[in-house]
Every structure is written in structure tokens, then in C-alpha cells.
């Protein structure tokens, strides 16, 4: 049952009409927020990073869980390795719903080279529950606005991101 909300969640993230799809690369400054979480110009979520270096829990969070999920492929910090594609440059031209899409559903790259498969994290609550953190995460890999560290400072956890989480993680 919970894989199915799973996927129900990755899919409507990808089809609400509130999700912009705007390319990676685009200015991220943040021009709006809601408890806590920031939102580019297009309505893409996005980092906020202060001047004393303290980061929005979810650029914080997105730390985390990339380096508990996805860094076992892709490197450390996003920066790649000899099994899959570094995303701190793969979100300079990605678009946050090809991001969403890539992430829940997998992906398969044939060449004569070599075949590259990246497999559906749709249902796994500890990708799936926290996408846009991740994405927000290496956005600011991306954009150089986030050094090969974790973060030092961040914000406080909202409610609002602690009642998604329990919400989506089923408690």
C-alpha cells in the first residue's frame, strides 16, 4: 500500500499545475517562501543560503539524504563517478520535473559503449518523500552556492515540512 502512495505522490508532483518546469540551470534565487521552503521565480524550489553560510532546512535535509541514497552511484557531494553521472552538473541543464521523473521512474542509457541504469526510487520512502530536497540540494551544488561540505548551519525543521514528512513516511 505504501508503494503505491508512493508513486501516487511522485506522480502528482510531476503533473500538479503548481510545478513549474524550468531548466536547472535558471536563476535560483529564491523569491518566495512557505514554512520554510523556497521557491525560484518560476515556482521551482530552491536554496536559500545566508550570508554566514546557515542553509534552509531543506538544502540541509537534501544533504542528508543524498549522501544516505545517492552517492553511492553518484559520488560524493554530486560530483560523479565511474558508475553514474555527476548531478552537479547534470542539474545545470535538467529541469526540475525531468528531475522528478528520472528520480521515481528510473532510467535506462544504451550506447555501444555502455549501458547505464539508474533504477526507480518512486517507492522508496527515504528518496520519494524527500525529492524536492534533494533536487534543492544539488541545485546549489549546481550553482556553486554550496561548497563539498556539510552544511555547518542551518535553519530550524518547520512544522509544515515535519507534517509532510510524517504524512508521507506514513506516520
Known amino acids: 500500500m ?8 511522485a506522480t502528482m508532483l510531476i503533473a500538479a499545475g503548481g510545478i513549474a518546469f524550468a531548466d536547472g540551470s535558471g536563476d535560483p534565487a529564491a523569491v518566495k517562501s512557505e514554512d520554510g521552503k523556497y521557491f525560484d521565480k518560476q515556482g521551482n524550489p530552491t536554496y536559500k543560503i545566508q550570508a554566514d553560510g546557515t542553509v534552509d532546512w531543506y538544502t540541509y535535509s537534501g544533504y542528508r539524504r543524498y549522501h544516505s541514497e545517492c552517492h553511492v552511484c553518484h559520488g560524493p557531494d554530486g560530483m560523479g563517478s565511474s558508475y553514474a553521472p555527476a548531478l552537479k552538473d547534470s542539474l545545470k541543464t535538467m529541469s526540475y520535473g525531468d528531475f522528478l521523473s528520472i528520480v521515481a521512474s528510473g532510467r535506462k542509457n544504451v550506447n555501444t559503449a555502455q549501458e547505464n541504469v539508474m533504477p526507480a526510487f ?8 524527500y525529492m524536492d530536497d534533494i533536487f534543492v540540494y544539488l541545485r546549489a551544488r549546481a550553482n556553486d552556492a554550496l561548497g ?10 518547520s512544522p509544515a515540512f515535519t507534517a509532510a514528512e510524517n504524512s508521507c513516511m506514513g506516520h
Open 122 to 129: 518512486g517507492d522508496n520512502p527515504n528518496v520519494a518523500c
Open 2 to 9: 505504501r508503494s503505491i502512495r508512493l508513486v501516487t505522490v
Open 148 to 157: 563539498r561540505v556539510r552544511p555547518a548551519k542551518h535553519e530550524d525543521k
